[in-house]
């Protein structure tokens, strides 16, 4: 564990207390950093919201913006999570700040205390433009003490964290709506219809102007080039530099994010090829892991997708890589105990590929158990001690092509093996 996560975790309570009252107090005592930030873009949903920033944190940047970015979780190490026009926070900033936020009476939890200092960062530091995602649902979430952004983003609503925001997608979606607010502007992915009812309901109510994908804007593969169709535009542009279909949907959500902030053409292109986002469907050369397959002629994937639309998305990057260039395939996977394990595994059943369990330090289902749930939906399925085992088991199997997936925390413990893969 980094030393900022560790004094996080000493210092504050870890869990998730979905209220804003004790963000409004902290903010209070900080002079109310919130509000002096520069023009913010608000991003709520379930899945994509990473990319959906990534990308158009890539525009914004090759228009010569600077940028700051506030997401969550980190992978490594916990200065991921606050970005200050373009560069990571350093640790001595982090602790300064910290020491600040610590100070002030009350008991402030671990997102809320690091939202604070994300704030009390980005106030100080000078950038033309702030990506804010939200932490988890929306209407209560620690960033939404944030006034009417400059824009709202609102990514593919669906199930997950369903220990606090529940299983009806109805009330997930208002959740995640809590973020349009009075006279603002949204830009919303493809819904399902429950989700899109609940998030048009709210935008009329708050008097906020929609443009949805599949109604007002959309985005599409045309001769392998992405098109994206404004109210007034057609946009022929390259193909996203992130791979599966799935980022199309969320290349085209930032395109059309990108022109409400007016970024040109040319920064929207450049954006869109140079765009990274680390452990989602990135392929990895380096590393301990990356350079054993290398050198056994395979292709080693890490995706960080944990919840069944997650791993629908996944599934079809695959079969699609798969029908380009067939390999052999394993799967890698670990999930935390929270998540739907067993929905999980169904999205993957069509690739007909071994799967090989395995844990990680924290609330995992242990290795025996989770591949227990993989033979429940009809996948081979075998745990291994370590991912350095499972993927000297996926070479034995003879995979050309292995893919280690199902949770973010799996993710960072694989970059975390070696500097030369960790996220800067």
């Known amino acids: 564990m980094d030393p900022i996560s560790a004094r996080l975790r000493a210092r504050h309570p870890q869990r998730i207390d979905l209220s804003l009252e004790r963000m409004t107090a902290l903010c209070a005592a900080l002079g109310d950093p919130q509000l002096r930030l520069p023009p913010v873009v608000h991003v709520a949903g379930t899945n994509g919201k990473g990319s959906t920033i990534a990308f158009l944190r890539a525009m914004a940047e090759a228009a010569g913006l600077r940028v700051h970015v506030y997401s969550s979780p980190h992978l490594v190490r916990f200065n991921e999570r606050i970005r200050l026009a373009g560069a990571l926070i350093s640790d001595a900033a982090l602790e300064a700040i910290l020491d600040r936020i610590e100070a002030i009476p009350g008991e402030a939890t671990v997102f809320e205390s690091t939202t604070a200092a994300a704030f009390v960062a980005m106030s100080e530091v000078p950038a033309d433009l702030a990506l804010i995602e939200v932490g988890l649902g929306g209407s209560l979430d620690a960033t939404n003490v944030l006034p009417v952004p400059q824009l709202a983003v609102i990514t593919p609503v669906d199930h997950d964290h369903a220990e606090f925001l529940g299983t009806d997608l109805a009330k997930i979606a208002g959740e995640k709506a809590g973020i349009l607010k009075r006279g603002g502007r949204a830009v919303v992915a493809r819904q399902p219809e429950v989700a899109r009812d609940v998030i048009g309901r709210v935008a ?110 996944l599934s079809e990057a695959l079969l699609e890589r798969q029908r380009r260039d067939p390999r052999p395939m394993a799967l890698i996977v670990a999930l935390l105990a929270s998540k739907d394990a067993g929905g999980f595994f169904q999205t993957l059943r069509l690739l007909d590929a071994p799967v090989i369990t395995v844990d990680f330090e924290g609330a995992a289902v242990p290795a025996e158990a989770l591949a227990a749930v993989a033979r429940g939906q009809g996948l081979g399925a075998l745990p291994a001690d370590s991912v350095d085992e499972a993927v000297r088991r996926a070479l034995d199997l003879g995979a050309g092509r292995i893919i280690i997936c199902g949770s973010l925390y799996l993710a960072g413990e694989v970059l975390a093996a070696s500097e030369d893969t960790w996220p800067v």
């Open 204 to 313: 009329a109510r708050n008097g906020v102007a929609l443009s949805v994908m599949g109604e007002d804007i959309d985005a599409f593969v045309e001769h392998g080039r992405l098109v994206f169709q404004g109210a007034d535009r057609l946009l022929d542009l390259p193909l996203p530099n992130l791979s599966g279909p799935h980022q199309i949907d969320n290349a085209g959500l930032a395109v059309a994010a990108a022109l409400d902030l007016g970024l040109t053409v040319d920064a929207i292109e450049a954006g869109l090829t140079s765009a990274v986002w680390p452990a989602r469907m990135q392929r990895l050369k380096a590393g301990p892991y990356g350079t054993r397959a290398e050198a056994a002629g395979a292709e080693l994937w890490l995706d960080g997708g944990h919840n069944p639309h997650a791993g629908r998305a």
